[in-house]
Nanobody, 128 residues
């Protein structure tokens, strides 16, 4: 079965960096859109960034554009989210998610928060 395991979260000061990893098993990255979603306390879950396995196309929410970079390593079946210039408003639980490319695109998956498989989440806290 499909499993997504996130790692790399933690506490960082404003302006700092973190790299999240999503290790996938039970699927082939080329066949899926993989996304990073986040949910802050009292707020709805939102798509931060998504990447298509078909052509590598990406989507970034306006709030993270220019600061976050999504990438994938097919050999390791892992997707990364490099987060730079972190702000307190980036504090949230970050989830990795996957949906087949036949059903969605990087843009649609992130904007519609439409996915099939979820990881357990990793906490990112940005505070001085």
């Amino acid at each position: 079965q499909v499993q997504l395991v996130e790692s790399g979260g933690g506490l960082v000061q404003p302006g700092g960096s973190l790299r999240l990893s999503c290790a996938a098993s039970g699927l082939i990255l080329d066949d899926y859109v993989i996304g990073w979603f986040r949910q802050a306390p009292g707020k709805m879950r939102e798509g931060a960034s998504c990447i298509s396995g078909e052509d590598g196309s990406t989507y970034y929410a306006d709030s993270v554009k220019g600061r976050f970079t999504i990438s994938r390593d097919n050999a390791k079946n892992t997707v990364y989210l490099q987060m730079n210039s972190l702000k307190p408003e980036d504090t949230a639980v970050y989830y990795c998610a996957a949906l087949e490319i036949l059903i969605t695109t990087a843009h649609d998956m992130c904007v519609e928060v439409d996915t099939r498989f979820w990881g357990q989440g990793t906490q990112v806290s940005v505070s001085s």
